[in-house]
């Protein structure tokens, strides 16, 4: 697991200085305060999928392949219905830029995404 944790630990920066960027931005004027909002929305609301994707994929290292696979899958399931239901309270009851918080939110998602199928295609090799 040492792998993983240097490897989410550069991640976890990398989302940092996006973060950090989009507040510089914020601060120099060049982008709203709603803009912020749903983006740092989105980025937690992706970023808690991700830990929790990291969790089940901790949980699941060295069991046997059918735990595995059910494991993962069990918490992709899990982790889609919890973006989901945050996703819909966010637009629900948050006076949110839509566009921008559902863009950030798929853009988030397919690199975390991303990040846990590298993550397990170099721990099979």
Known sequence: ?????????K???FVC???ISILFLYHINLISFDFLKAFILAGVITYLN???????????HGKS???????????MLLRLFMILL???????FLDIKTGV??????FFYVFYL????????KEKR
Request: aromatic letters at 26%.
């Open 1 to 9: 697991m040492n792998l993983f944790n240097n490897f989410l630990m």
């Open 11 to 13: 991640m976890s920066l």
């Open 17 to 19: 200085l996006i973060f």
């Open 50 to 60: 991700f830990i929790t994707g990291y969790l089940f994929m901790k949980f699941s």
């Open 65 to 75: 392949d059918s735990l595995f696979l059910m494991m993962i899958f069990g918490g």
């Open 86 to 92: 945050l996703v819909l309270i966010c637009l629900k």
């Open 101 to 106: 918080f559902i863009f950030v939110i798929f």
């Open 114 to 121: 991303f990040i846990e199928i590298l993550y397990l295609y």
